[in-house]
Every structure is written in structure tokens, then in C-alpha cells.
């Protein structure tokens, strides 16, 4: 906030009081950050591709360079996505998955494995400094996925592109800094 937006972007940071930030997910992870001691916050969207790319821990560098937090004060909040019962992703893109962590991908030998994109995302922020006791994702700790729905298991609750093809809503994340 406070610069030209650039043509695209999946994550962005404010220490500005009273401006409420989000970032949008049907499926896509909406990833969430907060600094109560610099008072600073990030929301981010991380679907697969963004988080191959690091947009997590490119918005923790956001908010360290911009507002000069410290990665061990920053809280970050995992907001609903699909879970590794329903999302497949080619053979490719699941070997990417598997480097961050093995676990990320179920039935690897298949031509198109199960990946957790929630768990490569906490693998990814874990290993760029954030305190594992830090994010908040009860997928992690409730591997049945019983506390954290699957965006796509649930129509009662969430919207899901890939439960529901191109016909498909959007939940969103949203934070904002109040005093």
C-alpha cells in the first residue's frame, strides 16, 4: 500500500491504520499476516502456482523490508483452501511439491498425485523463519482435516472452482491494523 500497484500481484502489505487488506480464494489459500509489534499486515493469494513461487514468504519480505519486522514476530493465519483429498495437479508440478516436502504429495507414482498445498505452504514459511507455534493452520494438526474443511468436501460452506468448474464464488481473507 502506498506505492503504484503493479499489473498483477498476489500479496500485499500496509502498516497503514484503518485500511483493510484481502486476498480472495476459491480453493487458493488466503494467506494472512500480522506483526502486532510493528503493526504491520499482509494478505496474500496462494493457489499452487504463487506458492511455487514464494508469494508467502515474498509478503514476509514485504513486511520486513518495508516496515522492518522481525520474521519471529509475525503471526500468519491459513484460511480455508482444498486439502489434499481432492486436489491433483500433473506429474510435473507434483515433483516440485514433493522437493519442498514429501508429504506434500499422496500417490506420487500417479500421472496426475494429491497435493497439499497447505503444508507446502507452512514447509515454506517454517523454513523462511516464521515460528511453527506462529501459523495458525489446523490442517497440520487435524490431518483428517475434522477443524480446517476442505474448500471442495464442503459445498455448504465454501465455494470451490475445483469442486464446481468455472461456475464458482469466492471466499475472501481480509486484515487490517486497528490501534
Known amino acids: 500500500m502506498g506505492k503504484t500497484e503493479p499489473k498483477s500481484y498476489d500479496g500485499i502489505t500496509t502498516n497503514q491504520r484503518g485500511v483493510t487488506i484481502a486476498a480472495p480464494g476459491a480453493d487458493c489459500i488466503p494467506v ?7 503493526k504491520a499486515c499482509g494478505a496474500a493469494h496462494s493457489g499452487w502456482r504463487g506458492t511455487l ?8 519480505s514485504a513486511m520486513i523490508a518495508e516496515y522492518g519486522c522481525n520474521v519471529r514476530d509475525i503471526l500468519v ?16 508440478s507434483a515433483k516440485e511439491f514433493h522437493q519442498i516436502d514429501p508429504k506434500c504429495v499422496r500417490s ?25 507455534q506462529n501459523i495458525q493452520d489446523d490442517s497440520v494438526a487435524d490431518q483428517n482435516q475434522n477443524i ?5 468436501c464442503h459445498p455448504d460452506k465454501f465455494y470451490s472452482h475445483v469442486r464446481d468448474g468455472r461456475n464458482f464464488g469466492t471466499q475472501i481473507g481480509f486484515i487490517s491494523i486497528r490501534n
Open 77 to 92: 493465519v491459513l484460511g480455508p483452501s482444498v486439502g489434499a483429498c481432492c486436489y491433483t495437479l500433473p506429474q510435473e
Open 53 to 60: 513461487m514464494g508469494v508467502a514468504m515474498a509478503t514476509v
Open 32 to 38: 494472512l499476516f500480522a506483526d502486532p509489534v510493528k
Open 108 to 132: 506420487f507414482d500417479s500421472p496426475t498425485p494429491y497435493i497439499d498445498i497447505r503444508r507446502a505452504t507452512r514447509a515454506l514459511l517454517e523454513s523462511g523463519g516464521i515460528l511453527p
Open 148 to 152: 480446517t474443511f476442505c474448500t471442495a
